[in-house]
């Protein structure tokens, strides 16, 4: 089973250059002790959470620090960008990486960005199937023409073509019930994770996805990679204790942003919102710890990845080591050294 970290936030109070010192060296531990992969994400204009814009050059700097560590998007944002250029880009940075890249794509649930760059997120959906579609077909080397509505052209073969054949690993971030069965039909890997959603929920929806891969009759197997917190500590007293501000927290934070797109096109049944918002907004820490995060000594974290590894019938897990960048930065990477030296391991 894969096991990979996220990076996403910026630690509070920190300046982009500390902010990318700290990103580089857990990336360095990553690498020497072992774990499988790093996934980047991509948040625009909030100077409070990230520095992390341009996932895509961060990978190429990551490529070129290391040797064996694979790197991934999660997610790239395809609708905001024209997808030759993605093309291009992710096609170069395989090479560059010497085919360690892994290509997550979504569309955000968030419509800040799309706000500030003028793309109406009520075409997000559209936009992100079209830009899908091109990427595919660019990635073939052959000349080719588009004619859709968002993006029209007749283009010769797109250079280079991914190192990695037919093209790198494509896994769709899915957040709501009615997008599980798109990348079911496309034939692509998905990221689930565990905020509106629970573990719990994921069941029912995974099926779905399942579903439509079988019966668009693709070849292989539907893979599944769960994004989920994971904290370790000596005992499970301390482990709860030293993440339950940080884990609440980040739920109420998430609330707000989920009530942030109430009524907008493109941001799915607005009941369905404020009945997330709302469970968001009222969830206790023991019920964050049953439904929504793993957290404990090597043991409890091995158990309990395992148990839910095999319940969803999960590829791989994605660790948020310090959701909210809020922990000291000693016990995110003791939570790194406990996942790479005890918990992998043992998950086999």
Not at 42 to 61: K, M, Q, T, Y
Not at 163 to 192: D, K, W
Not at 272 to 289: C, G, H, M, P
Request: proline content about 6%; aromatic content about 8%.
């Amino acid at each position: 089973m894969h096991v990979g970290i996220f990076l996403e936030e910026a630690r509070p109070g920190s300046t982009a250059v500390t902010a990318f010192q700290d990103k580089f060296d857990t990336i360095e531990a990553a690498e020497a002790w072992g774990l499988d992969g790093v996934w980047l994400g991509e948040i625009h204009f909030n100077v409070a959470r990230s520095v992390l814009s341009s996932p895509l050059v961060l990978a190429g700097a990551i490529a070129g620090r290391t040797r064996r560590l694979r790197i991934g998007t999660a997610v790239h944002l395809l609708p905001l960008n024209h997808p030759l250029r993605i093309a291009e880009d992710v096609a170069t940075l395989d090479h560059v990486s010497g085919g360690r890249f892994d290509f997550g794509v979504g569309r955000s649930g968030s419509p800040r960005a799309y706000d500030v760059l003028g793309v109406p997120y009520g075409e997000s959906q559209a936009r992100f199937a079209e830009a899908m579609d091109v990427i595919r077909q660019a990635w073939k080397g052959e000349a080719f023409s588009y004619e859709g509505e968002y993006f029209r052209f007749k283009t010769g073969p797109v250079t280079p073509t991914p190192l990695q054949r037919p093209h790198p690993p494509i896994r769709m971030a899915v957040n709501t019930p009615e997008s599980f069965v798109i990348p079911g039909q496309l034939g692509i890997g998905i990221f689930v994770g565990v905020r509106a959603l629970d573990v719990f929920d994921l069941k029912n929806y995974l099926r779905s996805y399942r579903d439509a891969w079988r019966e668009a009759g693709h070849a292989g197997s539907p893979t599944v990679y769960l994004r989920i917190p994971v904290y370790a500590a000596p005992t499970e007293r301390e482990a709860r204790q030293e993440c339950e501000a940080a884990l609440l927290a980040f739920c109420a934070r998430q609330a707000e942003i989920t009530r942030l797109g109430l009524g907008r096109p493109g941001t799915g049944a607005a009941e369905r919102k404020t009945f997330w918002a709302d469970r968001l907004a009222s969830i206790d820490y023991d019920e964050i710890l049953r439904t929504r995060a793993v957290v404990g000594p090597a043991k409890l974290i091995t158990e309990r990845l395992r148990t839910i590894r095999d319940d969803l019938g999960l590829d791989g897990v994605v660790a948020e080591l310090d959701r909210g960048c809020s922990l000291p930065p000693d016990k995110v990477k003791r939570s790194l050294r406990v996942l790479t030296h005890e918990v992998m391991p043992a998950l086999g």
